[in-house]
């Protein structure tokens, strides 16, 4: 049986509220992977983000914002 093959994963927003020892857990997750954490009401910083984030972890749907990423492949 053949794999498809691996997504490399570049970097990553996540937005979840979660306490700093899970935050963590996730950030060792997608190593080696950037990873960027923000408040969820962090506009400014989500608008940034989004422009070079390939995956997206979030506490809530998807907005237009999200859906307008360049490189947001999940």
Do not use: C
């Amino acid at each position: 049986m053949t794999h498809p093959p691996l997504r490399n994963i570049q970097a990553v927003l996540s937005t979840l509220y979660f306490e700093p020892h899970e935050v963590e857990q996730l950030r060792q997750a997608f190593a080696p992977a950037e990873f960027i954490q923000l408040n969820a009401g962090d506009v400014d910083g989500i608008a940034n983000a989004l422009q070079r984030v390939d995956v997206a972890v979030l506490p809530f749907d998807l907005d237009q914002r999200f859906l307008d990423a360049p490189h947001l492949k999940w």
